[in-house]
């Protein structure tokens, strides 16, 4: 939409028979300056990809001091069943991790729709005559 408009002031420019009174003055007006912001917007290319933001609370901290089982007879299959707990905990682990950064990029993805429908609402209600 930038570059349309950007198109039609340098057509103005050129022969001066396309006046765009109604474009400079809608690209003044608060609705725009709202949705496109100044040249500090996020709309520039990305470079490289956000830093993994991986949230750590308490109870990923806390680290046990006994076993999951309460050993009785102290054999192998004891020491199995020990294994094959800890192994299960680290893959619960691992699935809390990816939902957590998964909540984030939604978190993340729904900022990038709620600006895609303001710049969508602020196309709906630009000049007719441009």
């Excluded at 039609?8 to 050129?14: A, R, V």
């Excluded at 680290?63 to 069943?81: K, L, P, Q, W």
Aim: with cysteine; glycine share 12%.
């Amino acid at each position: 939409m930038k570059e349309a408009e950007k198109n039609l002031t340098d057509l103005g420019k050129c022969c001066g028979l396309c006046s765009c009174d109604k474009l400079k003055a809608f690209e003044e007006s608060g609705a725009y300056k709202a949705v496109w912001g100044g040249a500090s917007g996020q709309d520039g290319v990305v470079s490289n990809q956000p830093p993994s933001s991986h949230v750590v609370d308490e109870r990923e901290i806390m680290i046990m001091s006994g076993g999951h089982i309460r050993r009785v007879t102290n054999d192998a299959r004891e020491d199995e069943m020990e294994e094959n707990l800890s192994h299960v905990g680290s893959i619960i682990g691992n699935l809390k991790s990816m939902a957590l950064d998964m909540g984030n990029e939604i978190d993340t993805q729904n900022v990038q729709i709620e600006r895609i429908g303001g710049k969508r609402s602020a196309n709906l209600i630009s000049p007719e005559g441009v």
